[in-house]
């Protein structure tokens, strides 16, 4: 084959290297140059995936789910912290007075109160209804059209000592004046 020594070409060629010092530096050289193309390859493909693994974690696509995400996830918290938390006593309403007139039950009542009612307000398409108990705690919240509200006792517990609130909503279902806070206590 071409290229190929036979093993006493091998030993002639040996001794003629070895023997001549420029031959010896030619070969030398020739196999360093090699090993140093070979070794500058290595490095170059160590550098690529170096410099690949490198980029900071915002480069490599993290934020780009991760910011949706905890934007999300701090939306939500809030949200979750605002429903949940309830007052140490019942809410203080400012302002004139309330535009909505609260009629019955108010004060002291005979029996637990279920029929809830109070006055229109012009402008007012809904109202929101809501039913604390003493220790204000909310018993009930709703939505209605109407100015009166029947709680039915078998699925809504009426407490003997709360207060209601009622506000009035806009058709988009936003706040359209004052709420009245009124309080009721059943006798004894």
Same mark, same amino acid.
């Given at each position: ?59 490599? *696509? ?32 400012? *302002? *004139? ?64 000592? *709360? ?26």
């Amino acid at each position: 084959m071409a290229g190929e020594l036979t093993p006493d070409e091998r030993i002639a060629f040996e001794d003629e290297a070895l023997s001549n010092p420029e031959l010896t530096d030619r070969l030398y050289a020739d196999v360093s140059v090699r090993e140093a193309l070979e070794s500058a390859a290595r490095a170059r493909r160590e550098r690529e995936v170096t410099a690949a693994s490198a980029q900071p974690w915002w480069r490599r *696509g993290l934020v780009r789910w991760l910011a949706p995400v905890a934007v999300v996830a701090a939306v939500a918290v809030f949200m979750f912290t605002q429903q949940t938390q309830t007052p140490d006593g019942p809410p203080v309403f400012r *302002g *004139g007075g309330g535009d909505v007139v609260a009629v019955e039950p108010a004060g002291e009542v005979d029996q637990l109160p279920s029929h809830f009612t109070w006055t229109a307000l012009a402008g007012a398409t809904y109202y929101r209804f809501e039913l604390f108990d003493a220790a204000s705690t909310l018993v009930l919240e709703t939505v209605t059209a109407d100015t009166a509200l029947i709680i039915d006792p078998a699925t809504t517990e009426v407490p003997a000592e *709360g207060y209601w609130v009622v506000t009035p909503l806009n058709d988009l279902r936003v706040r359209a004046g004052e709420a009245t806070l009124t309080r009721y206590r059943t006798a004894e």
